[in-house]
Nanobody, 121 residues
Framework: QVQLVESGGGLVQAGGSLRLSCVAS????????MGWFRQAPGKDREFVAT????????SYADSVKGRFTISRDNAKSTVLLQMNRLKPEDTAVYYC??????????????WGQGTQVTVSS
């Protein structure tokens, strides 16, 4: 069973930065794409960023492009989300997800429990 544990959320002022971390259990982390998603109160869960198995291909939602950076360290079974120039509309619970294969297009089958990010104006 794969477990994903997120950390790094918190309260920050607009314009500030946070770095989210997700550590995965299991020995096949490097064989799967990883992603970050978020869900704000009263809204559906939405895509934030994805990264392929080797870290060579990344994708971002338009709303975070240029401000957020996704990266991974396969040796540490970790995926990171560096969030800069945060805005109040970035407030949400952020979830880490593991893909079904090497690339994000195959979908997601494991999810973390989420970490709260709150950006004050």
């Amino acid at each position: 069973q794969v477990q994903l544990v997120e950390s790094g959320g918190g309260l920050v002022q607009a314009g500030g930065s946070l770095r989210l971390s997700c550590v995965a259990s299991g020995r096949t982390f490097s064989s799967y794409a990883m992603g970050w998603f978020r869900q704000a109160p009263g809204k559906d869960r939405e895509f934030v960023a994805t990264i392929d198995w080797i870290g060579g291909i990344t994708s971002y939602a338009d709303s975070v492009k240029g401000r957020f950076t996704i990266s991974r360290d396969n040796a540490k079974s970790t995926v990171l989300l560096q969030m800069n120039r945060l805005k109040p509309e970035d407030t949400a619970v952020y979830y880490c997800a593991r893909g079904r294969s090497l690339y994000p297009k195959s979908g997601w089958n494991y999810w973390g429990q989420g970490t709260q990010v709150t950006v004050s104006s």
